[in-house]
């Protein structure tokens, strides 16, 4: 380690000759100054030597720290999820005039909003309890009440989707009372909605989080509703899908259809919202009246079925009604969806999707061969990564390494299903439960052309060198990436168009030496 033998403290300057020259920080801080800074900081960190640093670094990549790394029981290294509010307060807010409201302390809130800001860019409106240590002790039913009487005189919601903190669950508050007792005390009114999901951040994740407050909603505003006869409808929920792109594109496709639907959480506006001039605080497009009549669909369609298994149990077993299951991305997936959509309704296929359809093979057949043989690592969601991995084998690409932090058992074998079943996925692995250091493990000892996930992966690009292509959620390093659609035909040529471009990117960058590897470096490829 370092000794502090220095200490004389570096002081950049701010003035002389620099006084009104304003730097951006990715020059600032390899100015001289802050170098030297950045170098006596070192002293004081019992810093070890930027050559054992290095020793250190490259023995992580070898086959032993690998199975070091894979014998880790109590430690998880940068996952790949996130906690259950977060998917609590996401699906809220694409329901009418509804406040998300999480039960614990201002941080918890101050995170998700700022998670959901920085992939949207837009600003995202929730609350709390304020919790603070006087209510660790003694529970948080004051500052409930006292939280639910301030909201709803200031914000006047229609409704108020309530969700838990690891702080309200492990003290044990019981927030369906807590909701009662304020409603009879009259901190708010007795009629207003206010489904409440318990979410503790410390088990499952935010998919978890989505599906119990999805499931609450549902149960709350569906209550006394049932009617003697369907209303004509299907309804349609897709998830945690950060796609706002696909909301409208499926809005698009029922249009096409002519088929009268409700979409169960539709916050494309929400995450992207027309810049108008005037604030306005709720953007859910999916209307109380309409949640509450979801009851006498005919049907529900569902698109990541290991999100929402909670709420479709409800469904079948509550409601009585049927659940449909589909993962419409890629060719395959569009065409099994468009093709259960004209036998369900008995309505024709559009011509115009037809037509996309035919597009979309196009494409892939323009440019097949760049991703063909590729191998290939990704991670996300389960129904996510299974949307993936089908689209992946139809282009003839090699699925390899696949970490899903959130696993289950089903999905795991659903997923070594769908690779055994194709001649390019005999390599694949999945790897259930395990987390993005586990997959720098993987990628070093069996590396892999190709890596697809969220932007966490950047540091897997950094350390390997592999090539990354963003695709999930979250997105925080690029801008305007959940303004497109995964879903259908269109979202395949999307998809199709992220991943083959990259590979050339990538080829572009190892054949840009003059006189030594610009031999391949073509203007057409």
């Known amino acids: 380690m370092t000794d502090n033998l220095d200490n004389t403290i570096p002081t950049p300057s701010c003035g002389g000759a620099d006084l009104g020259q304003v730097k951006d920080h990715f020059e600032l801080f390899h100015t001289e100054p802050y170098q030297d800074l950045f170098e006596y900081k070192r002293q004081f960190e019992g810093a070890h030597s930027r050559e054992t640093v ?82 660790a002790v003694f529970g948080g039913l004051n500052n409930l009440k006292q939280g639910l009487e ?92 950060p796609y706002i792109g696909n909301i ?16 169960l959480s539709d916050n494309s506006d929400t995450f992207d919202s027309p810049n108008t001039g005037e604030f306005k605080m709720y953007n859910g497009l999916t209307t109380l009246a309409a949640a509450a009549d979801s009851i006498n669909a005919e049907g529900t369609v569902f698109f990541q079925k290991y999100t929402t298994p909670k709420t479709q149990e409800y469904i079948v077993k509550e409601w009585g009604q049927k659940t449909y299951n589909f993962r419409p991305f890629g060719i395959k997936g569009t065409d099994e969806f468009l093709m259960a ?65 959130n696993s289950n058992d089903d999905f795991e074998a659903e997923a070594r299903e769908l690779l055994t079943n194709s001649p390019y996925g005999q390599n694949g692995t999945v790897w259930g439960g395990k987390d993005l250091w586990h997959l720098r493990s993987l990628m070093f000892t069996e590396p892999v052309d190709l890596l697809i996930g969220n932007s966490y992966g950047k540091y897997l690009w950094r350390d390997t060198g592999t090539p990354l292509v963003r695709i999930g959620y979250p997105i925080f390093d690029r801008h305007h990436m959940h303004r497109y659609a995964t879903f259908g035909y269109q979202g395949a040529i999307n998809q199709f168009n992220w991943i083959v471009n990259t590979i050339l990117d990538e080829l572009d960058r190892n054949t840009i030496v003059p006189a030594k590897t610009d031999i391949s470096f073509d203007l057409i490829r």
């Open 341 to 405: 959509l004209s036998a369900i309704t008995g309505k024709p296929i559009p011509l115009e999707l037809q037509q996309e359809r035919g597009r979309a093979v196009d494409a892939l057949t323009d440019s097949q061969a760049w991703i063909h043989g590729k191998r290939v690592a990704l991670y996300g969601d389960p129904d996510h990564v299974l949307g993936l991995i089908q689209f992946l084998l139809e282009m003839g690409a090699e699925p390899t390494h696949i970490v899903v932090t």
């Open 54 to 135: 290095e020793e250190i670094a490259e023995w992580t990549k070898g086959w032993e720290y690998r199975e070091k790394n894979f014998s880790r029981e109590a430690l998880t290294v940068n996952p790949a999820k996130a906690c259950q509010p977060l998917g609590a307060l996401f699906v809220a807010a694409g329901f009418e005039d509804t406040l998300p409201y999480s039960h614990g302390s201002q941080g918890c809130v101050a995170y998700f909003r700022s998670h959901l800001t920085r992939n949207y860019k837009e600003p995202f409106q929730a609350v709390s309890s304020s919790m603070t240590e006087d209510a």
């Open 248 to 263: 409208r594109e499926l809005k698009r496709i029922l249009g096409l259809f002519g088929i009268d639907y409700t979409v």
């Open 150 to 241: 301030n909201s709803y005189t200031l914000y006047k919601p229609k409704m108020i989707a309530l969700c838990t903190t690891c702080m309200a669950e492990v003290i044990g508050d019981d927030i369906g009372a807590y909701i009662t007792t304020a409603k009879n005390e009259g901190h708010i009114p007795e009629d207003l909605p206010v489904p409440a999901a318990h979410t503790p951040s410390f088990v499952g994740s935010h998919i978890t989080g989505y599906d119990n407050m999805l499931k609450s909603i549902l149960n709350t505003l569906t209550k006394d509703q049932k009617a003697e006869a369907t209303n004509g409808k299907f309804n349609f929920n897709l998830g945690f899908d």
